[in-house]
């Protein structure tokens, strides 16, 4: 089955200052990878999301990378706010099937003011 | 999108007593919804996909006499924690994926979760 790695674990920014966060997954038959960011006590939900088609795609500060060829795909959020501070979760999921992703373990951001 | 919803938001009861979670799809209907169970600061796993009318399909490691779904309709399903201990306390979260009765979005909706603590 898929499995996804999420890196780093915890990230530490000041405000204004931007924020990656990465991820690999092993099925090359993913090709679709969303990104969800839950607050604390909250539901995951979805910020961002490319397909396999694209190799990036942005909205406002925040921007994902595709690299299919090394099955890792990246969050960029450019800029950042105290409100940006949350859980960020990457997936990825094939083609058919289930429609159930494979979530990453996660990302604690936390953007100081 | 899809909007869902958990009831109750948080529940404590006593170890050995059972709990009934309640996952309803407001604005879609689901045939399928998804179990999720989330541990402190950890990801989402996943636990088991509820299927209207039929029998849930579990995943590997999840006890499916322990945890009981039904999925009497197109817009609830219902996870009940049989014979709760300490060990089950933890963030339970259903979602609805749109994609799976042939919406162009594929997308994870998640409803807004269940804090079980078992004492």
């Known amino acids: 089955g898929e499995n996804v790695e999420q890196h780093p674990s915890t990230l530490s920014v000041q405000e204004g200052d931007s924020a990656v966060i990465k991820c690999t997954y092993s099925?090359?038959?993913?090709?679709?990878f969303p990104w969800y960011k839950q607050e604390l006590g909250k539901r995951p939900q979805l910020i961002i999301d490319?397909?396999?088609?694209?190799g990036e795609k942005k909205d406002q500060r925040i921007a994902v990378t595709l690299n299919k060829t090394a099955k890792h795909f990246s969050l960029h959020i450019t800029e950042t706010q105290p409100e940006d501070s949350a859980v960020y979760f990457c997936a990825a999921r094939a083609a058919g099937g289930s429609y159930i992703p494979t979530f990453g373990r996660g990302t604690s951001l936390i953007v100081h003011p | 999108g899809a909007v869902v919803s958990q009831h109750p938001s948080r529940v404590i009861c006593k170890s050995g007593t059972s709990v009934k979670i309640e996952c309803r799809s407001l604005?879609?209907?689901?045939?399928?919804m998804f179990w999720y169970r989330q541990f402190p600061k950890k990801s989402l796993m996943l636990m088991a996909t509820s299927n209207e009318g039929s029998k849930a399909t579990y995943e590997q490691g999840v006890e499916k006499d322990k945890f009981l779904i039904n999925h009497a309709s197109l817009t609830l399903s219902t996870l009940t924690v049989t014979s709760a201990h300490p060990e089950d306390s933890s963030f339970y979260i259903c979602?609805?994926?749109?994609?799976?009765?042939?919406?162009?979005?594929?997308?994870?909706?998640f409803g807004p979760g269940t804090r079980l603590t078992v004492l």
């Open positions: 490319i397909r396999s088609n694209v």
């Open positions: 099925d090359s038959a993913s090709n679709y």
């Open positions: 979602s609805v994926n749109p994609a799976t009765r042939g919406a162009v979005t594929d997308t994870q909706y």
């Open positions: 604005d879609f209907q689901a045939t399928t």
